[in-house]
């Protein structure tokens, strides 16, 4: 998402300033093109007021050559004409572009500037679009007023001006593309140190690696060696933690063995609740020495346990010990291997089995799926187990959960089972669900990672 943020944002700011340059650019090159147009007319237009006189009759003459062939070439949109303004002047002079045609009407609104010129856009005789540039000027006495009208095609104008915009996007275009593949190049290439402390890192939470191999950027190699000093600080925090549980565990076996014992030689009912609470003591311990294996153990490459095999023996060894009871089992048809170690596993299953038969009326199911291809569960399997027996209600199914909670004291044990499986999953990064299952009793459903 960061390399998308990233290259998003640089391109659309490469966009939106590729698209500025370019409507600023189209702008100045109109009005320089404006102005440059009018500067031409304003030209033709006093070359052809210096061309013309009027003689002693009042008759319009001169030969006008205003250096341009378009006023020759008929309709060219570039036209000049020489009309009376006063009774005192006749005749009419116009270019020869205009042929045969009649210039354009003179509107009536347009008022002139201080310098008696004025002007205004028509339709030409051609229907295309001109720019006229008008001025009266006297010639001679006796008010002798003659308007001059220079015309220019406003319409090859904008079609030039439109020109130059399409190839000006155009070029615009085809750099814009350039230097946002080159800017995405650049990125995804600077990116690219960080992707490989990424999959650097996920080797490590998948076992495969111990620590961030170079080498790297130099601006990266800081973060790497802090990370790799963390990564090491942490392991010898864990390697601590498990070993004090496991020296307190240890010199806690024989004193309760001692305590067992005696409870056993008292006999009576104190001594088996002597007995009895050392044991449950014992599994607790047990239980924690256990839970410190699979922490400091938990994604090492050193533990990959087949799940179809494991499953398959447990089941033989359940169906054995309850043979009163039906026990259906299904397992994958492809060969799942579990990223863990396989006391964990056979610690999973074999309490939720032996949970399942404790509390069966007649019939255990238990089934292996290999969920890795549905979305949201990809590179994991489950494992079902279902009994027909009064199962839990919803409401206190999380009661279960907790370490030596028991809904149903007629049963015997110490409440440890079902607390035991949800520490282990835990550890695996899994899930557990308890469900109502379709044969009435418990639905277990373990959700964990494949190898």
Same mark, same amino acid.
């Given at each position: 998402?960061?390399?998308?943020?990233?290259?998003?944002?640089?391109?659309?700011?490469?966009?939106?300033?590729?698209?500025?340059?370019?409507?600023?650019?189209?702008?100045? %090159?109109?009005?320089?093109? +404006?102005?440059?147009?009018?500067?031409?007319?304003?030209?033709?237009? %006093?070359?052809?007021?210096?061309?013309?006189?009027?003689?002693?009759?009042?008759?319009?003459?001169?030969?006008?050559?205003?250096?341009?062939?378009?006023?020759?070439?008929?309709?060219?949109?570039?036209?000049?004409?020489?009309?009376?303004?006063?009774?005192?002047?006749? *005749?009419?002079?116009?270019?020869?572009?205009?042929?045969?045609?009649?210039?354009?009407?003179?509107?009536?609104?347009?008022?002139?500037?201080?310098?008696?010129?004025?002007?205004?856009?028509?339709?030409?005789?051609?229907?295309?679009?001109?720019?006229?540039?008008?001025?009266?000027?006297?010639?001679?006495?006796?008010?002798?007023?003659?308007?001059?009208?220079?015309?220019?095609?406003?319409?090859?104008?904008?079609?030039?001006?439109?020109?130059?915009?399409?190839?000006?996007?155009?070029?615009?275009?085809?750099?814009?593309?350039?230097?946002?593949?080159?800017?995405?190049?650049?990125?995804?290439?600077?990116?690219?140190?960080?992707?490989?402390?990424?999959?650097?890192?996920?080797?490590?939470?998948?076992?495969?690696?111990?620590?961030?191999?170079?080498?790297?950027?130099?601006?990266?190699?800081?973060?790497?060696?802090?990370?790799?000093?963390?990564?090491?600080?942490?392991?010898?925090?864990?390697?601590?933690?498990?070993?004090?549980?496991?020296?307190?565990? +240890?010199?806690?076996?024989?004193?309760?063995?001692?305590?067992?014992?005696?409870?056993?030689?008292?006999?009576?009912?104190?001594?088996?609740?002597?007995?009895?609470?050392?044991?449950?003591?014992?599994?607790?311990?047990? +239980?924690?020495?256990?839970?410190?294996?699979?922490?400091?153990?938990?994604?090492?490459?050193?533990?990959?346990?087949?799940?179809?095999?494991?499953?398959?023996?447990?089941?033989?060894?359940?169906?054995?010990?309850? *043979?009163?009871?039906?026990?259906?089992?299904?397992?994958?048809?492809?060969?799942?291997?579990?990223?863990?170690?396989?006391?964990?596993?056979?610690?999973?299953?074999?309490?939720?089995?032996?949970?399942?038969?404790?509390?069966? +009326?007649?019939?255990?199911?238990?089934?292996?799926?290999?969920?890795?291809?549905?979305?949201?569960?990809?590179?994991?399997?489950?494992?079902?187990?279902?009994?027909?027996?009064?199962?839990?209600?919803?409401?206190?199914?999380?009661?279960?959960?907790?370490?030596?909670?028991?809904?149903?004291?007629?049963?015997?044990?110490?409440?440890?089972?079902?607390?035991?499986?949800?520490?282990?999953?835990?550890?695996? *990064?899994?899930?557990?669900?308890?469900?109502?299952?379709?044969?009435?009793?418990?639905?277990?459903?373990?959700?964990?990672?494949?190898?």
């Amino acid at each position: 998402m960061v390399t998308f943020r990233v290259v998003a944002f640089s391109s659309i700011w490469a966009i939106i300033a590729l698209v500025v340059i370019a409507t600023v650019s189209s702008a100045l %090159f109109r009005q320089v093109s +404006h102005r440059g147009f009018d500067s031409v007319l304003s030209a033709h237009l %006093f070359n052809l007021i210096a061309s013309v006189s009027a003689s002693d009759s009042g008759r319009l003459s001169g030969t006008p050559n205003l250096g341009d062939l378009r006023f020759s070439q008929p309709l060219s949109g570039w036209y000049w004409s020489v009309e009376p303004a006063s009774e005192a002047l006749r *005749n009419r002079l116009y270019s020869p572009s205009l042929a045969a045609s009649l210039p354009p009407d003179v509107p009536a609104n347009v008022p002139f500037d201080d310098n008696f010129q004025r002007e205004y856009v028509v339709t030409g005789p051609g229907g295309e679009q001109v720019e006229v540039l008008e001025a009266e000027v006297v010639l001679g006495e006796d008010e002798r007023i003659a308007r001059f009208r220079v015309m220019g095609n406003l319409s090859e104008l904008e079609e030039e001006i439109a020109a130059f915009t399409r190839r000006l996007f155009g070029y615009l275009t085809i750099f814009g593309v350039g230097m946002i593949a080159i800017n995405v190049i650049a990125i995804l290439l600077a990116l690219r140190p960080l992707r490989s402390i990424r999959r650097a890192l996920a080797n490590i939470r998948a076992g495969s690696a111990e620590r961030l191999a170079g080498p790297f950027p130099t601006e990266i190699a800081p973060l790497a060696e802090e990370t790799n000093a963390l990564i090491e600080n942490n392991r010898r925090i864990v390697e601590r933690s498990r070993k004090q549980v496991g020296n307190l565990a +240890h010199s806690l076996k024989t004193p309760l063995a001692v305590l067992m014992n005696e409870g056993d030689a008292l006999g009576g009912g104190r001594g088996r609740l002597i007995a009895g609470q050392a044991e449950a003591m014992q599994k607790q311990i047990d +239980h924690y020495l256990q839970r410190a294996r699979a922490t400091a153990q938990h994604g090492t490459l050193s533990f990959r346990t087949p799940v179809n095999a494991t499953l398959a023996r447990l089941a033989r060894v359940t169906a054995k010990l309850n *043979n009163e009871k039906q026990f259906d089992v299904s397992l994958a048809d492809v060969d799942l291997v579990f990223a863990g170690e396989r006391e964990d596993l056979e610690e999973i299953v074999g309490n939720l089995l032996e949970n399942a038969m404790k509390w069966a +009326h007649s019939r255990v199911v238990l089934s292996l799926n290999d969920i890795s291809g549905e979305a949201g569960s990809e590179g994991r399997f489950s494992i079902v187990v279902e009994d027909d027996g009064p199962g839990i209600p919803p409401d206190q199914a999380w009661q279960a959960l907790k370490r030596g909670r028991r809904l149903d004291e007629t049963k015997p044990g110490t409440g440890l089972g079902l607390a035991i499986v949800a520490d282990l999953i835990e550890e695996y *990064n899994g899930k557990l669900a308890l469900e109502r299952s379709p044969l009435g009793g418990l639905k277990a459903v373990v959700t964990l990672w494949c190898s």
